[in-house]
């Protein structure tokens, strides 16, 4: 097989609401759709899902736009391969730039999928034929109105309430929590906000029986969690600490976490997600998957990698209209009362892409050759 043809699509959507983190709001998300076409006449899409600005990780939206024009799309127009794993070997020349070879990779996913007539999640190796989900809510400007929309999605059966933390919106918001919802499965994720002095925070969430603490310490670091996990009770889970399968085997050999969240957009695409997990697995770490305020199309990745049977904990799968004004798919998912999301059993996205709505949202295009 030989990719002919790379579109790549800027697109930019309208938000609905900002969402506030520890290291900045977000009130507007670019991101990157690819477009593959086959020498076979399949095509196939996917995301990279950077942020606009590197806050989170280095890579943005414009730097996946560079990398997958300018060193990328070289190394594998026109040239040979039968497996995903063929093809993602061509790219081994690149260092980092995790985000754009997501981005290319599911879309080759897709093609695969399409090849073989089977789903996604057969491809990959799922289980699940459906996965629960949870809420993330950023940082509001008051706890009251925190407490609102955890009232909103306890109602609309979210399965687990993540609450995004910063020193000095932490302790508190989570009280006032327990106090109007009781015993509700609620996690915090600090996104590297806080260090070792902090210690005395952390033994304070030990009290209300949190489901995990999420990346609390900075974002490349292993030894200070591995401290941290020995002095709480409540389990770690990294995040950005985690790029790749041997990252997952440090964290777990010095036991600096008890659960990792695997995006698939962090860590390079499915197939490295798909040997983390397997690693996890084999070691007891439970696994669940993050999202990064995708469209349809990256939230389609998602979900099938969450189909894996050691992803145990609820993902962050809201409905893209939960975030943005429109979405890239035709058919987007939805969360059933019970808070699960069906995972697509046909080939393919698993979706309808709506090529109108790309084409309407794009502010910028790249077809390359």
């Known amino acids: 097989m030989r990719i002919k043809k790379i579109i790549l699509y800027k697109v930019s959507i309208p938000m609905i609401t900002s969402f506030t983190t520890s290291f900045g709001t977000i009130t507007s998300k670019p991101t990157v759709i690819v477009k593959i076409e086959t020498n076979k006449g399949l095509v196939g899409y ?38 995903i794993e063929e093809f993602m070997n061509l790219l081994k020349p690149i260092k980092n730039h995790n985000f754009s070879k997501t981005g290319i990779e599911n879309a080759l996913w897709m ?7 089977k789903s996604l999640k057969k491809l990959l ?32 059966g979210f399965r687990r309430t993540k609450i995004k933390i910063k020193p000095g919106w932490d302790i508190k918001l ?4 327990r106090k109007k919802f009781g015993n509700i499965p609620l996690m915090v994720d600090a996104n590297s906000a806080y260090s070792l002095k902090d ?29 941290l996990q020995r002095q709480i009770k409540t389990p770690i889970c ?13 964290a777990i050999y010095l036991k600096a976490c008890k659960i990792i969240n695997i995006k698939p957009g962090r860590v390079g695409g ?15 770490i439970g696994v669940w998957c993050g999202g990064m305020l995708e469209t349809g199309v990256g ?55 709506d090529d109108r709505k790309i084409k309407k949202y794009t502010i910028e295009k790249l077809i390359l050759r």
Do not use: W
């Open 125 to 156: 190796g799922g289980t699940h034929d459906k996965i629960a989900v949870g809420e993330s809510i950023g940082i509001k400007e008051t706890i009251e109105e925190t407490l609102e929309e955890v009232e909103l999605r306890k109602t609309q």
């Open 174 to 177: 989570v009280k006032a929590i």
């Open 46 to 83: 996917g995301e990279a899902a950077a942020l606009p600005f590197p806050f989170y990780k280095p890579e943005t939206t414009d730097i996946c736009m560079l990398v997958l024009k300018e060193y990328i799309s070289p190394l594998v127009l026109n040239k040979e391969f039968e497996t």
């Open 238 to 250: 990294l995040d950005e600490s985690i790029l790749s399968v041997e990252d997952a085997r440090k």
């Open 270 to 284: 499915l197939l490295e997600s798909k040997k983390i997990h397997d690693l996890c697995q084999k070691n007891n």
């Open 299 to 353: 939230r389609a990745f998602n979900i099938v990698v969450s189909s894996l049977p050691n992803y145990i904990y609820p993902a962050d799968m809201s409905p893209v209209n939960f975030f943005y004004k429109d979405d890239l798919v035709k058919d987007s998912f939805f969360v059933d009362k019970e808070g699960f999301v069906k995972v697509p059993d046909k080939p393919g996205l698993g979706f309808e892409i």
């Open 199 to 227: 210690i005395k925070v952390f033994k304070e969430l030990d009290n209300y029986d949190l489901l995990m603490i999420e990346q609390p310490l900075a974002d490349d670091d292993i030894i200070d969690h591995s401290i």
């Open 111 to 117: 093609v695969f999928s399409l090849k073989t007539n």
